[in-house]
């Protein structure tokens, strides 16, 4: 399984983002999908989750009503749609597989394969 980050970049606060992670591998569509995010110096906290149909999502309460998670089996790929962005946004974002299939899950120790991050900065 291997998991490919893209999207991230520069953008001044208000400003919107859309991070792709493409998956190989098997399971994807049985699985559920999260974002994390990790900014310097800090943990690596949980963004937002979906489970293996699209039908349920979660978000941490920081990003709730900017950020929007979504999936496209067909094309084993999951999206994260950051809108209204502000600097305390700026992290290395990391999409990673869930060992399970719901969205429920909000510890790193659920999920078992990570992407190599992308870097969003949000300038003020």
């Known amino acids: 399984v291997q998991l490919q980050a893209s999207g991230g970049g520069l953008v001044q606060a208000g400003g919107s983002l859309r991070l792709s992670c493409a998956a190989s591998g098997r399971s994807f569509s049985s699985s559920g999908m999260g974002w994390f995010r990790q900014a310097p110096g800090k943990e690596r906290e949980f963004v937002a989750a979906?489970?293996?149909?699209?039908?349920?999502?979660d978000y941490a309460d920081s990003v709730k009503g900017r950020f929007t998670i979504s999936r496209d089996n067909s094309k084993n790929t999951v999206y994260l749609q950051m809108t209204s962005l502000e600097p305390e946004d700026t992290a290395v974002y990391y999409c990673?597989?869930?060992?399970?299939?719901?969205?429920?899950?909000?510890?790193?120790?659920?999920?078992?394969?990570w992407g190599q991050g992308t870097l969003v900065t949000v300038s003020s």
């Open positions: 990673a597989r869930s060992r399970y299939s719901s969205s429920n899950y909000y510890g790193t120790e659920a999920y078992n394969y």
């Open positions: 979906i489970g293996w149909s699209g039908s349920g999502t």
